[in-house]
Structure formats: structure tokens, C-alpha cells
Nanobody, 113 residues
Framework: QVQLVESGGGLVQPGGSLRLSCAASGSIFSASAMAWYRQAPGKLRESVARISSDSRPTYTDSVKGRFTISRDNAKNTVYLQMNSLKPEDTAVYYC???????WGQGTQVTVSS
């Protein structure tokens, strides 16, 4: 059974930064592509960033230049560094093992003054 546990969410002012973490267990983490998604109230869940098993990142256009996805295979953890946060980044952020289709429980990010 694969488990993904996100952490690092919270309340931040516009222009601020947060780093999300997703710790994986129960799988061969290094062989999985990993991704971050988000879902704002009343909206569909959308892909934010993805990192391949060989650490190639891709981003949705709205976060390019502001967010950075990375992974540490020794710690079975994927990260999302979020800078220059905007109110429209407010959402529940989910981690996904894209290779095996498992989701984490989500962590709330609120950007507000």
C-alpha cells in the first residue's frame, strides 16, 4: 500500500513563500513520476507541476517562474517550492504518484493579506 503524506501548507501573505513536502512510503519512490495538483473551491483539480523519475520538471503556465518542483530519492520525498504567491494560488494542494495513481490527503494553502 502506497502512502503519500503532504505537509507545509498554511496561511501566507501575497508575495510570500511556502515549501510543500510529500513523503512517500510503500513503493519504489525513485521509479515513480511525481506530481502536485491543486483544487480551489468550486473548481476542478488541476495539475501544477510534475517531475519525472529522472528529475525532469514540467509546470503549468500559471506557476512557471514562481514554483519549483524537486525530489530527494534518498528521503522518498518530493517538494514544491512556491514563491511570489498570489491569492489565486489559494487551494488544497495534493501530491500524486503519477506512475501508480496514488494520491495524498492534501494540504491547504491560503494566500491572503
Amino acid at each position: 500500500q502506497v502512502q503519500l503524506v503532504e505537509s507545509g501548507g498554511g496561511l501566507v501573505q501575497p508575495g510570500g513563500s511556502l515549501r510543500l513536502s510529500c513523503a512517500a512510503s510503500g513503493s519504489i519512490f525513485s521509479a515513480s513520476a511525481m506530481a502536485w495538483y491543486r483544487q480551489a473551491p468550486g473548481k476542478l483539480r488541476e495539475s501544477v507541476a510534475r517531475i519525472s523519475s529522472d528529475s525532469r520538471p514540467t509546470y503549468t503556465d500559471s506557476v512557471k517562474g514562481r514554483f519549483t518542483i524537486s525530489r530527494d530519492n534518498a528521503k522518498n520525498t518530493v517538494y514544491l517550492q512556491m514563491n511570489s504567491l498570489k491569492p489565486e494560488d489559494t487551494a488544497v494542494y495534493y501530491c500524486k504518484d503519477s506512475t501508480r495513481g496514488y494520491w495524498g490527503q492534501g494540504t491547504q494553502v491560503t494566500v491572503s493579506s
